[in-house]
């Protein structure tokens, strides 16, 4: 079986190639995506579809990808309902790989959008169905982000170089994303403020924090590893003797929901 495979993302498509690997399904891949803004971003997600292009060699179906096409759904949707705003941009998008999988001779086609978390399946399959009536074409569905899949697909971007965007895609939910992004770090902000008695601005986000050169240990010691979460920097070094205090072993340790590298000197 080979199936016409709509694909909205190099790392969603790294799921649904594992997943349709294990079942030894063949695909051609149709990278239609006009809701990617700003034209940067688009690069830069169509690029990391292209280095799986070259480590995978699949087939693929090109067409131009117009934001115009975009909008004009758009202007007949409430864009700030992300509900009703996404539901049709999957739509316009699952539409025109229906219509183009018709058109090449294909008989079943298939998303990665089903491999995003961000996607509800009941929505996915709506839409399908949808479709099928249509245009008379079939729907290939599979939990590509079943069994852990998500994260082992980090995991292999991260190994692979593979980029991992921020944000869904169109200019709404940038927007959005910048609006969360601003709220969190206040919120983290706020939180640490409580806690220290010291400027520690500068301490937020950095590429290497030192302890106890930093903030002295005392603080961690008080309030816990919470303070580390709120501060978010991408590497910790940090003393033997105050690792050993606060149970952290060399590598990546979790603290909550967040993750960083510790580096025990």
Not at 5 to 13: R, T
Not at 25 to 51: G, V
Request: aromatic share 14%.
């Amino acid at each position: 079986m080979k199936i016409f495979l709509h694909v909205c993302c190099a790392p969603d498509l790294v799921l649904a190639h594992k997943k349709l690997k294990k079942k030894n399904i063949e695909y051609t891949t149709f990278f239609y995506n006009p809701n990617i803004y700003p034209y940067e971003e688009y690069e830069k997600r169509y690029q990391a579809y292209l280095k799986l292009k070259k480590r995978w060699n699949f087939e693929e179906i090109l067409v131009e990808n117009e934001y115009s096409e975009f909008l004009d759904v758009m202007s007949k949707v409430n864009v700030n309902d992300e509900k009703s705003r996404c539901y049709q941009c999957m739509y316009l998008r699952m539409e025109k790989s229906a219509i183009e999988a018709k058109k090449k001779g294909y008989e079943i086609f298939s998303t990665t959008l089903i491999s995003s978390p961000r996607k509800k399946h009941e929505d996915i399959l709506k839409i399908a169905e949808n479709l099928k009536r249509k245009y008379n074409i079939e729907f290939y569905y599979e939990n590509f982000r079943a069994n852990n899949a998500i994260s082992e697909g980090a995991k292999f971007c991260k190994v692979n170089g593979i980029y991992r965007q921020q944000y869904c895609g169109c200019e709404f939910s940038l927007i959005e994303a910048e609006k969360l992004r601003r709220k969190s770090f206040e919120n983290r902000k706020k939180r640490l403020s409580e806690k220290l008695n010291f400027n520690f601005l500068n301490l937020m986000n950095k590429d290497l924090l030192k302890i106890p050169e930093d903030i002295s240990p005392k603080y961690l010691y008080k309030f816990g590893l919470d303070i580390l979460k709120d501060l978010k920097p991408k590497i910790i070094l940090i003393r033997k003797e105050i690792a050993e205090d606060l149970n952290i072993k060399n590598g990546r340790n979790k603290i909550g929901n967040w993750k960083s590298k510790f580096i025990i000197i």
